[in-house]
Structure formats: C-alpha cells, structure tokens
C-alpha cells in the first residue's frame, strides 16, 4: 500500500503543495516499516523517529498554512485553526514510553488509518479551498449567491442538470437563512438542508455510475472528494442559540458553495 499526492490534492499554493507531499511521504515511509521490517532491531527506533516527525511537520506546516490564510485575510482560517489544533491534540497525545515493540506498532497502524483519513478529508474538505470562498462571494451577489454559469458546464447533460439542481438548493437555502430569522424559518431552513444531502447522495451515485460506465481513471479521487463533501453535510454541529446557528448556517454553506464550485471546476470538467 503507497499513498499518493494526486492532482486533486493540489492546492495550487507551491509551498502548501510541498509541504503536503512531504505528509505523504512520510505516510509511505510508516507504511513501509511497518510492512518490510518487523523484526529488524532498529524497527522500534524508526517508528519512534516517525511519530516525531509527525509532530515536527505539523507544528511548522499548520503555522506556514495559517500564516498565509492571515496574510491573505482567508474566510477559512479559524475553521483551519480548529481543525489544526484537534490533529495536534490527537498526536501530541501519543506516548511511546515504556512501551514494547508490538504496543508501538499497534500504535503507528492506528495512527496511519486516523492520519489517513483526517489528511484526505482535510486537504479536500478545507485547504483546497484556501482563498475560494471570499473570491466566490465577491463574484455572486447575494440574493443569487449560487448561480450556475456556464463556466461549470461539463457536456454532460445529467450531470450539469443535476449540478443546476445542486446550486439552486443552496441558493435557496442561503436566501432563507439571509431574509428571515430562525426562529421563524429554522424548520425550513433545516428541510432544504436535508433536501440538498439526498439530492446530492443521489448525484453523486449517478455521476459514480457514469464514470464506471465509460473506465473513467480518476474515479477513485472522485469517490474520495464525495466522501469528504456528503460528510461535511452529515456532521451538523447548530450551537446552542439562535446567533450560534445563524453563524453556523452562513458558514456551512460558504463552504458548500466553495466546495462545489472548485470541486466542478478542479475535477468534474475532466470527466470523459
């Protein structure tokens, strides 16, 4: 098993970029102790080095990140700030003290299945939209914050009607979180929310489907990309009062918006 930096992991910032490819070579370099060297004397001595380094690469890399979402005054940087802080705070926590070879080991696959998944869903979940969301607010006014243009036309006639359809559930759901209080609306805001996740399991599916009809190679970062946004639309965190869940709302579909849009863009276009 390798991982690889493809192109839907690339930001288009080169330090960024550099910096997460070296992530996934690290990743390799664990997958590769783990995998040929059990037994080797020094095997414990590496996995230690490798846990390290982890902690190391995300101190400096999650400082270079925020340092240039504030530069840039980046709408993302503290949903990026608290998304830092919780894998910190999950490998700052590993402890190899006192431990044998076998607890290390048990301890380095649990952390490469975590690391895995938190990576892909982040730089395709948060750092692939690093400098998308102003750009894209600035470009659609509100009242029809989610157009679709014909910039995001693929050719493929399911897909850009289905598109149509996924930017007009957002597009009315921003309207109503914009034009009336929650506490008149919140169940109807709550109900396009739900509209827009089946709708989009249900493009999603169709648009999977084709792909595999026609050999598409980039299938499987098209599945990963549609993991990480279905996620985002699960995991629904509203606060405790009304001005927590006005907030939260506008948030969420900022970055669905941004999401789609770069996701249409980025990787959609290139379906064949």
Same mark, same amino acid.
């Given at each position: 098993?390798?991982?690889?930096?493809?192109?839907?992991?690339?930001?288009?910032?080169?330090?960024?970029?550099?910096?997460?490819?070296?992530? &996934?070579?690290?990743?390799?370099?664990?997958?590769?102790?783990?995998?040929?060297?059990?037994?080797?004397?020094?095997?414990?001595?590496?996995?230690?080095?490798?846990?390290?380094?982890?902690?190391?690469?995300?101190?400096?890399?999650?400082?270079?990140?925020?340092?240039?979402?504030?530069?840039?005054?980046?709408?993302?940087?503290?949903?990026?700030?608290?998304?830092?802080?919780? &894998?910190?705070?999950?490998?700052? !926590?590993?402890? *190899?003290?006192?431990?044998?070879?076998?607890?290390?080991?048990?301890?380095?696959?649990?952390?490469?299945?975590?690391?895995?998944?938190?990576?892909?869903?982040?730089?395709?979940? #948060?750092?692939?939209?690093?400098?998308?969301?102003?750009?894209? %607010?600035?470009?659609?006014?509100?009242?029809?914050?989610?157009?679709?243009?014909?910039?995001? !036309?693929?050719?493929? #006639?399911?897909?850009? =009607?289905?598109?149509?359809?996924? &930017?007009?559930?957002?597009?009315? !759901?921003?309207?109503?979180?914009?034009?009336?209080?929650?506490?008149?609306?919140?169940?109807?805001?709550? +109900?396009?929310?739900?509209?827009? =996740?089946?709708? +989009?399991?249900?493009?999603?599916?169709?648009?999977?489907?084709?792909?595999?009809?026609?050999?598409?190679?980039?299938?499987? %970062?098209?599945?990963?990309?549609?993991?990480?946004?279905?996620?985002?639309?699960?995991?629904?965190?509203?606060?405790?009062?009304? #001005?927590?869940?006005?907030?939260?709302?506008?948030?969420? *579909?900022?970055?669905? &918006?941004?999401?789609? #849009?770069?996701?249409?863009?980025?990787?959609?276009?290139?379906?064949?």
């Amino acid at each position: 098993m390798t991982f690889q930096f493809t192109d839907d992991c690339i930001i288009g910032i080169e330090q960024i970029d550099v910096e997460h490819q070296y992530l &996934f070579t690290i990743m390799n370099q664990i997958v590769d102790t783990l995998e040929h060297n059990e037994g080797i004397p020094d095997e414990s001595q590496k996995l230690e080095t490798y846990i390290a380094r982890l902690k190391e690469y995300g101190q400096i890399h999650f400082s270079h990140e925020e340092a240039y979402m504030e530069e840039h005054q980046d709408l993302e940087l503290e949903r990026q700030k608290r998304e830092h802080k919780y &894998f910190m705070t999950r490998l700052n !926590a590993i402890d *190899l003290m006192d431990l044998n070879h076998e607890e290390k080991r048990k301890i380095l696959e649990d952390m490469l299945q975590y690391l895995t998944k938190w990576l892909y869903h982040h730089i395709l979940g #948060s750092d692939t939209l690093i400098g998308k969301i102003r750009h894209l %607010a600035a470009e659609n006014p509100r009242g029809n914050y989610c157009a679709f243009t014909p910039k995001y !036309a693929t050719g493929i #006639s399911q897909i850009d =009607e289905e598109h149509k359809g996924l &930017f007009e559930i957002i597009n009315n !759901a921003y309207n109503l979180v914009e034009e009336n209080t929650l506490g008149d609306k919140y169940d109807e805001i709550m +109900t396009v929310i739900d509209q827009l =996740e089946e709708y +989009t399991k249900v493009h999603f599916s169709h648009e999977e489907e084709y792909m595999a009809s026609t050999n598409y190679p980039h299938i499987e %970062a098209q599945k990963r990309a549609h993991d990480v946004f279905l996620s985002k639309l699960e995991d629904k965190d509203f606060g405790e009062n009304e #001005s927590d869940q006005q907030a939260y709302l506008e948030d969420l *579909l900022d970055f669905l &918006f941004a999401w789609l #849009s770069n996701h249409i863009l980025k990787m959609d276009k290139g379906i064949i």
